[in-house]
């Protein structure tokens, strides 16, 4: 009896081994939570290098192969929970865009441009008012409670009162971690108007000042050196009461990913490098113009919420933005205009962002008619906000407008550093570990370029020669140029970079 009882509890402690998914699955779930593998390790009692081994193809045995599975397992349904939260509210999301867009954009965008400070095709995505409540006819739960709400904010159903909200963050709101994916509306009792935003570029300054006693220099290469940290910071603070949620570290595609450690990724930014092939005969001054926070001025572009989703056909969503494979147009302007997609040699396909394709689908409408529309491919979007950053754009020009009137050039180094590498560090850098966005990175940058290619393109519309068009800010021309463009050092103008002839008299 003794040896069929040894053979019951054998087959009773008997145990199939449990089944886990493939080695790129195991690492995609854990990136996709936004986890280290020192983080997982530390839950599971193993090292790093021993999860980077069950990445690779080997498999763990025993009782610590159950609690592998058991995470890889409630990480996918953690996964497919925010994905379907997700989807319900970027569908939301777009509802409420749509509504907000007007025929009217054409002619706003015309005027932002001639001030040089809003993308070309600018509209007003995002406000800080209340016009966007509306009372149901049936309650709808609330997207933060689940209880039932007789209102709705952008399209989201939810209560305006925090004391009626059965969800303990109503009242005070716990940051979301990283990797929460999503839209998600503050209620409109908590949004946070300009004048509550602390000053926090001045208090930085005068801190520095203070710690190197008054040494100009000193205080400029500590604040300069601490820029990104006090950027993201300054970035939450705006951020505070805005109607959306971000996702800061989404998972990206492959062509969005640099193909080696030093090289590059696939999207073509649309940098200007044009110069005029001939001038008319005679002597001519050209004057090299500077244009101001070029980089500050295109935070204002359309930038995607959430994590980008593929679709293919040659259809544009206004609602959403991203990037997309094109076949760009045939250029037959290059004599005197340079090419809306900068310089490229080779023909076919390219993969551009939003505010590349938004200018070539504006300028080959009907008002500009300079071209053929692009033809599509497929295409990387979320749904889509142009007024995301505004606040942290408005908070940095402001500082910087201050500055240049006090002549304080240590607030307009540290204001400088802070935008210019806000925008370089969001890709792929060890220097901002609190967002990883290079779509973001890509889609700014482009929008700068952007913002130059008009300048050009209202030099040449005003009856000035367009002589050459470099990087974001270098605009080169012959003729009146102050009858177009205001001279100064703010956003809106430009200043002068050099003076220089061609030819003879």
Same mark, same amino acid.
């Given at each position: 009896?003794?040896?069929?009882?040894?053979?019951?509890?054998?087959?009773?402690?008997a145990?199939?081994e449990?089944?886990?998914?493939?080695?790129?699955?195991?690492?995609?779930?854990?990136?996709?939570?936004?986890?280290s593998?020192?983080q997982?390790?530390?839950?599971?009692g193993?090292?790093?290098?021993?999860?980077?081994?069950w990445?690779s193809g080997?498999?763990?045995?025993g009782?610590?192969r159950?609690?592998y599975?058991?995470f890889?397992?409630?990480?996918?349904?953690?996964l497919?929970? =925010?994905? +379907?939260?997700? !989807?319900?509210?970027a569908? #939301?999301a777009?509802?409420?865009? @749509?509504?907000?867009?007007? &025929?009217a954009?054409?002619?706003?965008?015309?005027?932002?441009n001639?001030q040089?400070d809003?993308p070309?095709d600018?509209g007003?995505?995002?406000?800080?008012?209340d016009?966007d409540v509306?009372v149901?006819?049936?309650?709808?739960?609330?997207v933060?409670?689940?209880e039932?709400a007789?209102?709705q904010?952008a399209?989201f159903?939810q209560?305006?009162?925090p004391?009626?909200?059965g969800?303990?963050?109503?009242?005070q709101?716990?940051?979301?971690?990283?990797?929460e994916?999503g839209?998600?509306?503050?209620?409109?009792?908590?949004?946070?108007?300009?004048?509550d935003?602390?000053?926090l570029?001045g208090?930085a300054?005068?801190s520095a000042?203070a710690?190197h006693s008054g040494?100009? =220099?000193? +205080?400029?290469? !500590?604040l300069?050196?601490? #820029?990104?940290p006090?950027a993201? @910071?300054?970035?939450?603070? &705006?951020?505070?009461?805005?109607?959306?949620?971000?996702v800061?570290?989404p998972?990206?595609?492959?062509v969005l990913?640099?193909?080696?450690?030093?090289?590059?990724?696939?999207?073509?930014?649309a940098?200007?490098?044009w110069?005029?092939?001939e001038?008319?005969a005679?002597k001519?001054?050209?004057?090299?113009?500077?244009?101001?926070?070029?980089y500050?001025s295109?935070?204002k572009?359309?930038l995607?919420?959430?994590?980008?989703?593929?679709?293919?056909?040659?259809?544009?969503?206004r609602?959403?933005?991203g990037?997309?494979?094109?076949?760009?147009?045939?250029?037959e302007?290059?004599?005197y205009l340079p090419?809306?997609i900068?310089?490229?040699?080779?023909p076919?396909?390219?993969?551009?962002?939003?505010?590349t394709?938004?200018?070539l689908?504006?300028i080959s409408g009907?008002?500009?008619?300079l071209?053929?529309?692009p033809?599509i491919h497929?295409?990387?979007t979320?749904?889509?906000?142009?007024?995301?950053?505004?606040?942290f754009?408005?908070?940095?020009?402001?500082?910087?407008?201050?500055a240049i009137?006090?002549?304080?050039?240590v607030?307009?180094?540290?204001?400088?550093?802070?935008?210019s590498?806000f925008v370089?560090?969001?890709?792929?850098?060890?220097?901002?570990?609190?967002?990883?966005r290079?779509?973001?990175?890509?889609?700014?940058?482009s929008?700068a370029?952007?913002?130059?290619?008009w300048?050009?393109?209202?030099?040449y519309d005003?009856?000035?020669?367009v002589?050459?068009?470099?990087?974001?800010?270098?605009?080169h021309?012959i003729?009146?140029?102050?009858?177009?463009?205001?001279?100064g050092?703010?956003?809106?103008?430009?200043?002068?970079?050099?003076?220089?002839?061609?030819?003879?008299?």
């Amino acid at each position: 009896m003794t040896d069929f009882g040894a053979i019951d509890a054998l087959l009773a402690g008997a145990k199939k081994e449990v089944p886990l998914p493939s080695a790129e699955e195991r690492r995609t779930l854990r990136e996709e939570l936004n986890l280290s593998r020192a983080q997982l390790a530390q839950a599971l009692g193993v090292s790093p290098s021993t999860v980077g081994g069950w990445e690779s193809g080997r498999d763990p045995s025993g009782e610590v192969r159950e609690k592998y599975a058991y995470f890889l397992e409630g990480a996918r349904g953690k996964l497919a929970a =925010e994905a +379907a939260e997700a !989807a319900e509210a970027a569908e #939301a999301a777009e509802a409420a865009e @749509a509504a907000e867009e007007t &025929s009217a954009e054409d002619s706003a965008s015309s005027e932002s441009n001639s001030q040089g400070d809003a993308p070309a095709d600018a509209g007003q995505a995002e406000d800080s008012g209340d016009d966007d409540v509306d009372v149901l006819t049936a309650p709808q739960p609330c997207v933060l409670c689940g209880e039932p709400a007789r209102h709705q904010v952008a399209g989201f159903p939810q209560h305006l009162d925090p004391a009626e909200c059965g969800s303990a963050e109503a009242a005070q709101p716990e940051p979301q971690p990283q990797s929460e994916q999503g839209v998600r509306v503050v209620p409109v009792g908590r949004r946070l108007q300009t004048a509550d935003t602390p000053d926090l570029i001045g208090t930085a300054v005068a801190s520095a000042l203070a710690e190197h006693s008054g040494d100009v =220099e000193s +205080a400029t290469e !500590a604040l300069v050196k601490r #820029a990104i940290p006090d950027a993201m @910071a300054l970035l939450d603070h &705006s951020r505070m009461g805005g109607r959306y949620d971000v996702v800061a570290h989404p998972w990206m595609p492959d062509v969005l990913r640099k193909q080696s450690s030093r090289g590059a990724d696939q999207i073509w930014e649309a940098r200007p490098k044009w110069s005029r092939s001939e001038l008319p005969a005679g002597k001519h001054e050209i004057t090299a113009l500077d244009v101001n926070g070029a980089y500050l001025s295109a935070l204002k572009t359309h930038l995607p919420l959430g994590q980008l989703e593929h679709s293919t056909g040659n259809h544009h969503d206004r609602r959403r933005a991203g990037i997309h494979l094109i076949t760009p147009p045939d250029w037959e302007h290059d004599a005197y205009l340079p090419n809306p997609i900068g310089s490229r040699d080779e023909p076919g396909p390219l993969w551009v962002t939003e505010s590349t394709l938004r200018l070539l689908l504006r300028i080959s409408g009907p008002k500009y008619g300079l071209c053929d529309p692009p033809e599509i491919h497929e295409s990387w979007t979320s749904g889509a906000t142009e007024g995301l950053l505004e606040k942290f754009r408005i908070a940095l020009k402001d500082a910087r407008d201050r500055a240049i009137a006090d002549n304080d050039d240590v607030t307009l180094e540290y204001v400088k550093a802070m935008y210019s590498k806000f925008v370089s560090t969001m890709g792929e850098s060890n220097y901002n570990r609190e967002l990883y966005r290079p779509d973001w990175m890509h889609l700014i940058r482009s929008q700068a370029f952007a913002n130059l290619w008009w300048k050009a393109h209202r030099a040449y519309d005003e009856g000035l020669m367009v002589v050459r068009a470099m990087g974001t800010d270098e605009l080169h021309v012959i003729g009146d140029w102050r009858a177009v463009f205001a001279e100064g050092r703010g956003v809106t103008e430009v200043k002068v970079k050099d003076v220089y002839t061609v030819g003879t008299g």
